[in-house]
């Protein structure tokens, strides 16, 4: 559900960007990021709107967000005892609304961002179900673990990205690369708040990485998986909790103390190899230590 | 446009320069890829954008507030949908034409509040400045932070049936329309999805960060984060929309009056973690009401000190206050004047010819032509005090008479221009309806910006020259297409 909702927010974004300025988007360089090209073999991007459609509600791609949002509802069909009603119920609306052939006509010839938001705001009300209906438990825990591991996930292969420029082409000064992360991820405002400066990469990495109030950042997901894995310990055996434990404080040193807007392009990049392997290894100590067999 | 059925129909107003169609019925050059690509629009794919555009302004909130209507107090912005698009040579010729402009406008304010050279060489009589109204005797050598009174200026243009462009008025003070500059651009990749990139056309949305630059750079205090923060009447202003979005898109604070204090001639704004200085107002309160103690004591809206503070430098302000001299309409008439006798140049745009109606040989003249002219109050906006002569009744002419005999310095004529006209979806059909251009330009230190096309304003009543939007008016996107 989050890569989705992550998915959906750069879709729009970039589409936005490539509407209202004046540098073409890459649109290639998302598809490789997002799911792979629809076919074109001598590798020319596709409309933006053949693009929308591929990410969007292609079945064939294996990443798109219609296939996502299968896989959830079955998830969490086959685990309706652990959900609300109310949970499975805005899942299930999600994957109608997404099914319907008006989402289709709404990206090939009407407005694509309607489509987009429609798909959005069915993503924020599943996220307001689960908020307000879950009882605080083991289910409650695993699902915020994983959301807020995904989106750190995505927050860091999206700045490896637009930290290579890959995006938008001809961005000499990389400010409609940095635009469109910042609004992809709901920031634009609160950077516009907190750096008077104009956009400056520095900044708005610094923002990214270890703004703790920014709730897409990578400090502010990782602060959010180790609260909700610590209240997880009374439910798991000790030595499972103290290897997440580890594996967590580990990733959140890793950010909390890097001087990410001092950093040049290639220790950027090196930073973010290793968060991402930090990363994956959170992910991989949850399937060894609470999904594994012992 | 032949074949389509919208446009089949559409015809072109007499003597009057049509934006889309030239003589013949050929579409202008610019307009050609939009008229391609909307050449096989059917009525109903045409209805259909046009109530998403109504949804989009609806849901997103993008309203005005009207100060007397039956309908309540937030009215939806009317849109048009068909863009207004202008040739990027065209725009190149306004542009520079306004810098010129501005240029020369805010040299004559750092003038008339200091030397008063362009005074006592002549060029403009004294009696002129002293009887304005908005001439502040309070800002009489007050320096000014970079010499810097237009921060923000929207340049009012209207295109004759010759297709030359004429400065209408100029708005130094606190000009409105720049959101639903912005706005209109949003919704325009809405409905018209793929279209302006394939026009080319030029980007609006920079207009933001190049003004929180310009006011970040007015801050006196050493300090890497000046505080900004936009002054609003509140939100019974009929432009509180534009202050709410502008302050958004920059991240300053918006306040009203109530939420700033001045002690010791500093302003402080008042926040949960108390007082903390404020460095740069952007102020959509007219000067009158600023300051209670310096200006109108019965305002609410200002802050008691401002004044002070301002002029102790402690505070910049955007736009500085007294600019309503440089933008009155008496004063109108001496812009070419000022651009040669300031600047050197000759100027670039056209200015429509004013009558004085001090003098009695002019005020006899507009008298015995009053069909043809247009009448103004110097010190009104928004279209309101206008006569215009050959839609006014006679009663209203003769009113307007005795009032211009009573008290002649408050009023200006102008001939009436035949504004040019542009295709505009109105009730299902393509109909011509009369447009200005008002083009935004930020005056900071590094020079002057000015955002590609700026607000169309549409007079969307039939036979109308009235383009406000307090009298009915609505606007369009404005493109200025670039290079393909």
Redesign the interface.
């Known amino acids: 559900m989050e890569r989705s909702t992550c998915l959906l927010r750069v879709a729009r974004t970039h589409y936005?960007a490539?509407?209202?300025?004046?540098l073409?988007l890459n649109w290639k360089a998302i598809l490789d990021a997002y799911g792979s090209s629809p076919g074109k073999e001598n590798g020319t991007p596709d409309?933006?709107?053949d693009v929308l459609g591929y990410l969007l509600l292609e079945r064939q791609n294996d990443a798109s967000v219609i296939n996502n949002i299968m896989r959830a509802r079955e998830n969490a069909r086959a685990v309706q005892d652990h959900i609300t009603k109310e949970m499975w119920q805005a899942l299930n609306d999600y994957h109608h609304l997404i099914r319907d052939p008006s989402m289709g006509e709404h990206l090939t010839g009407?407005?694509?961002?309607?489509a987009m938001d429609m798909l959005i705001r069915q993503s924020m009300l599943y996220y307001g179900m689960a908020d307000t209906t879950m009882a605080r438990g083991e289910a409650s825990y695993f699902l915020n673990c994983g959301r807020f591991l995904e989106r750190a996930l995505q927050c860091v292969l999206l700045l490896e990205r637009k930290a290579s420029g890959a995006f938008v082409q001809g961005d000499d000064t990389g400010v409609t690369e940095w635009r469109t992360f910042l609004y992809s991820m709901s920031g634009y405002?609160?950077?516009?708040?907190?750096y008077?400066?104009?956009?400056r990469s520095a900044s708005v990495l610094q923002m990214a990485v270890v703004n703790a109030q920014f709730p897409h950042s990578l400090l502010y997901c990782l602060q959010q998986v180790h609260r909700n894995c610590e209240r997880l310990q009374p439910e798991t055996e000790e030595r499972s909790y103290q290897e997440m434990d580890f594996l967590i404080g580990n990733a959140v040193h890793l950010v909390r103390y890097s001087r990410i807007h001092q950093a040049g392009r290639e220790e950027v990049a090196s930073f973010l190899e290793r968060a991402r392997t930090e990363l994956g290894a959170i992910a991989g100590g949850f399937d060894e230590h609470y999904f594994g067999l012992h | 446009m032949k074949g389509n059925p919208l446009f089949d129909r559409y015809a072109p107003l007499h003597a009057v320069w049509d934006e889309m169609f030239s003589g013949g019925g050929r579409v202008r050059e610019h307009y050609d890829r939009f008229a391609a690509a909307i050449q096989d629009l059917s009525p109903e794919e045409m209805f259909r954008k046009d109530e998403?555009a109504k949804k989009l302004f609806m849901t997103q909130g993008i309203t005005f507030t009207v100060y007397s209507s039956g309908e309540g107090i937030e009215k939806i912005f009317p849109f048009d949908i068909i863009p207004r698009i202008m040739a990027d040579a065209e725009w190149k010729f306004i542009e520079s034409g306004i810098k010129q402009r501005l240029r020369a406008l805010n040299t004559f304010l750092k003038d008339i509040y200091n030397q008063q050279f362009i005074v006592n060489d002549g060029i403009i009589p004294a009696s002129l400045i002293y009887s304005c109204p908005n001439y502040l005797r309070e800002m009489v050598n007050v320096p000014v932070p970079f010499d810097i009174y237009t921060h923000i200026a929207g340049i009012d243009l209207i295109r004759d049936s010759d297709g030359s462009f004429y400065v209408l008025e100029d708005n130094l003070r606190t000009p409105s329309g720049v959101s639903y500059m912005l706005e209109n651009?949003?919704i325009t990749?809405?409905?018209f999805?793929?279209l302006?990139?394939r026009n080319?056309v030029?980007?609006v949305?920079g207009y933001t960060?190049v003004l929180?630059?310009n006011l970040?750079w007015l801050a006196n205090r050493q300090s890497s984060?000046?505080t900004?923060v936009l002054l609003t009447p509140g939100i019974y202003n009929s432009a509180f929309f534009e202050h709410s979005t502008l302050a958004?898109?920059?991240?300053v604070e918006l306040v009203e009056g109530r939420d700033l204090v001045v002690d010791n001639h500093i302003v402080y704004m008042k926040t949960t973690k108390g007082l903390k200085q404020v460095d740069v107002i952007y102020r959509r309160v007219d000067d009158e009401f600023l300051d209670p103690l310096v200006f109108r004591p019965d305002s609410m809206l200002g802050v008691p000190g401002m004044y002070s503070a301002y002029r102790k430098g402690n505070v910049a302000i955007v736009n500085a206050m007294g600019n309503g001299i440089a933008d009155d309409k008496a004063v109108y008439p001496y812009v070419p004047k000022m651009i040669r006798y300031y600047l050197n140049e000759d100027p670039i745009l056209k200015t429509v010819p004013t009558y004085h109606l001090e003098d009695p040989e002019s005020r006899q003249y507009v008298f015995d032509n009053i069909e043809r002219m247009v009448v103004k109050r110097t010190n009104e906006s928004g279209g309101y005090g206008m006569v215009i002569g050959n839609a006014a009744t006679e009663a209203e002419l003769e009113g307007v008479k005795d009032e211009i005999c009573a008290t002649p310095r408050q009023f200006i004529a102008q001939p009436t221009i035949s504004l040019s006209a542009a295709p505009c979806y109105v009730d299902g059909e393509v109909r011509p309806r009369r447009v200005d251009l008002r083009p935004f330009a930020l005056y900071g230190p590094d020079g002057v910006d000015i955002v590609p096309g700026g607000l169309t304003r549409v007079a969307l009543r039939e036979g109308s020259l009235v383009v406000n939007s307090s009298q009915g008016g609505g606007s369009k996107d404005t493109w200025v297409v670039?290079q393909p």
């Open positions: 936005i490539s509407q209202d300025d004046m073409p409309s933006p709107q009407g407005d694509p961002v309607s405002e609160l950077y516009q708040k907190t008077r400066e104009g956009i | 998403l651009r949003s990749y809405r409905i999805p793929d302006l990139p080319n030029r980007p949305r960060d929180l630059r970040l984060k000046p900004v958004r898109l920059m991240g670039g």
